[in-house]
């Protein structure tokens, strides 16, 4: 079939299998062409290894230090008629290099929130890899089903508080405009730190330590954004900011529980992912900063950040860490002088001049390439195959 984008809304519904593939050999490719990582992981667990920064993390750890992957993740494979999700597509790119590259890879499609998700990774470590020595938790999921009593969560994205007025942009309309934000009521705050706190990684942790298989000097860690003034009140002081504040809670709980395992909560700087595009706000705050970091020559994505924290921070023995012990990677973005820049634009923007003052076509393209889109070196019009086999 000749697969054209379909987009609705901020999601696209199908994907580009070979383009899939050219985005997990471009990341592959950025990896090999930086020095090999001198902390290396042996056995990796990825949580959520399909797509964003779980998908980076895996290639990272593959590819950049050799290590033996097993990665979680919930995608759709494909059928004769209709495409997979590009985390279906990313996982088989990814396993085709790795089998190339004679590296151990194994990947679990289900349920991570689930008991029985847990046992088949227990199973898998215990059958092929003996213990792991670092699990990356970077699962971004709209709802959860509690593993003991079935009951369904779903998160929202919304301020905490008091109503938020601000601008927008729409990106199936592509216009700018104002946008009232409802404060969440309790339920809705709980739900959300049900579904993306730290409940289910302290569980993780728990199953695998009481299975034993976890290496004497293991390190983990949970993903998180900050932010600053201009995404608190839809992000950091607003729901999903809430459940993230419940990271650091978990984070905490880990280490004083567990002597062999360093947790951390890992600060990442804002990118384009199925997770992000999906955060009101976020694609006009991101084609800003894109704009403004492309300008200062400090502008990364997924891979360079992902890349940079197994460099730097995640193996060091005792890295630099915040006032709650967290890793950050999104000092660049955060710090005052681009703040200050991206805010100077923000109140000048419109429909007609968002071109001009943002980044919106990086922002599209990078959208665009999640799915396996918009790369110049892929044959759109070729018909192709949507089956692919993990
Ligand atoms: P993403 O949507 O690209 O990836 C989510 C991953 O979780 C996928 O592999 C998906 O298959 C998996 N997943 C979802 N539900 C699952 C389930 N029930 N069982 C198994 N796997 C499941 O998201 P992302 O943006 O890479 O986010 C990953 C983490 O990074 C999140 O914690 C997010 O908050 C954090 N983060 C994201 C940004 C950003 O700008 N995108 C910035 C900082 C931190």
């Not at 679990?108 to 088949?120: E, P, T, V």
């Not at 601000?166 to 199936?172: G, H, L, P, R």
């Not at 934000?181 to 330590?209: F, R």
């Not at 992902?306 to 950050?328: M, Q, S």
Request: hydrophobic share 35%; net charge negative; glycine share 6%.
């Amino acid at each position: 079939m000749v697969i054209k984008p379909k987009i609705r809304g901020f999601i696209c519904t199908n994907a580009h299998p070979v383009g899939c593939a050219e985005s997990v050999k471009r990341q592959i490719a950025y990896v090999k062409s930086q020095a090999e990582l001198s902390d290396r992981p042996k056995n990796v667990l990825v949580i959520g290894c399909s797509t964003g920064y779980g998908m980076a993390s895996r290639i990272t750890a593959a590819f950049g230090a050799g290590a033996k992957t097993l990665g979680v993740c919930f995608e759709k494979e494909p059928t004769e008629r209709k495409t997979g999700t590009a985390g279906w597509y990313n996982t088989a790119a990814f396993h085709q290099e790795a089998e190339k590259a004679g590296l151990y890879y194994k990947t679990l499609n289900g349920d991570a929130f689930s008991h029985d998700m847990k046992k088949q990774v227990i199973e898998a470590i215990k059958s092929d890899l003996g213990s792991v020595d670092l699990v990356i938790y970077s699962l971004a999921s709209p709802r959860r089903n509690d593993p003991d009593t079935g009951e369904a969560y779903v998160s929202s994205l919304k301020p905490v508080g008091e109503t938020y007025t601000t601008k927008t942009f729409d990106t199936n309309k592509e216009i700018v405009h104002e946008v009232t934000l409802e404060p969440a009521n309790q339920d809705e705050i709980d739900n959300t730190v049900k579904v993306m706190g730290g409940e289910d990684w302290e569980l993780w942790i728990k199953a695998l330590t009481e299975a034993n298989v976890l290496s004497d000097n293991c390190t983990t860690t949970a993903y998180t954004y900050i932010g600053k003034e201009l995404t608190w009140p839809i992000y950091g002081h607003a729901t999903i900011g809430k459940a993230k504040e419940d990271l650091d809670r978990a984070s905490s709980a880990i280490n004083s529980q567990y002597q062999n395992v360093k947790a951390y909560v890992t600060s990442l700087k804002a990118v384009v992912t199925q997770a992000s595009s999906a955060i009101p706000v976020m694609p006009l705050y991101i084609s800003l900063m894109y704009q403004v970091m492309k300008d200062e020559h400090c502008h990364e994505g997924v891979i360079e950040q992902i890349y940079g924290l197994f460099n730097t921070l995640l193996l060091k023995e005792a890295p630099p860490v915040d006032e709650v012990n967290r890793l950050r990677m999104d000092t660049v973005e955060t710090n005052d002088e681009i703040q200050d820049k991206i805010k100077a634009i923000w109140p000048q923007v419109t429909t007609e001049n968002f071109p001009e003052l943002g980044d919106y076509a990086g922002y599209h393209q990078d959208f665009l390439h999640l799915f396996g889109f918009g790369f110049e070196n892929v044959d759109y019009e070729a018909d192709v195959s949507p089956l692919a086999a993990w």
